[in-house]
């Protein structure tokens, strides 16, 4: 596979087998982000693919942050990881982004291509809920960030229901340290002036004050 830069070309990413793609926003990529993609390299012993998306039907849209400082962020917090790479698949897309359609693409060639789908533990209890929700739980192999005993236990529940309601479906957990980092969080203090340092990468700070995001 093609090393440095991190940058996935399109055509490349179909050399991979297994895929596994952290999907998200990324507004901004931050510590908590990696923690989860190194969790998964160390869990499935592969390459993990940064993907950030376009726009989705339950987020508002970026707002006064472009998609060049999104994936500027990204390639500075995974500029010393060599196991990270990020792909501007969904970016150069389009419109409306759904999980599906990036599977489907990714599996055009070939219908057994393993894909792996690195999810938060919020995002668990919603999966199902997703566009062809039916079609997505049978073709992508989810695995779902869990944090101590409790969401392990809430997280297996969850697994059990949609594997009841959707028996073809695959998600496995994946355990990782604590780490309670939003995006959200990080906008909304920045905007009101306060600090962010420890919770995203140095060069992402550094990126995000430069440029004067989120103000």
């Not at 969850?158 to 959200?184: G, T, V």
Request: glycine share 6%; with cysteine; hydrophobic share 35%.
């Amino acid at each position: 596979m093609p090393k440095r830069s991190n940058e996935l070309l399109y055509q490349d990413i179909y050399a991979y087998e297994p895929v596994a793609i952290l999907g998200g926003s990324f507004n901004p990529i931050h510590k908590g982000h990696l923690l989860m993609a190194e969790t998964a390299h160390e869990q499935l012993g592969t390459d993990i693919i940064i993907m950030p998306n376009k726009a989705t039907y339950y987020k508002e849209s970026h707002k006064n942050i472009s998609d060049e400082n999104r994936i500027d962020m990204i390639k500075l917090a995974i500029e010393d990881k060599d196991y990270l790479y990020y792909s501007d698949m969904e970016i150069k897309r389009g419109g409306i982004t759904h999980t599906i359609d990036t599977i489907r693409e990714l599996q055009k060639n070939k219908l057994d291509r393993i894909v792996y789908f690195i999810i938060g533990g919020d995002s668990l209890e919603w999966v199902d809920k997703w566009v062809e929700a039916d079609e997505l739980l049978r073709r992508v192999h989810f695995l779902s960030a869990v944090r101590g005993d409790m969401d392990i236990q809430k997280s297996q529940a969850i697994i059990d229901r949609i594997k009841k309601e959707h028996p073809d479906s695959n998600i496995s957990l994946m355990n990782m340290e604590e780490c309670p980092i939003s995006s959200s969080d990080i906008r909304d203090d920045i905007k009101n002036g306060r600090d962010i340092k420890g919770r995203v990468p140095e060069s992402v700070e550094n990126y995000i004050i430069n440029n004067k995001l989120y103000k």
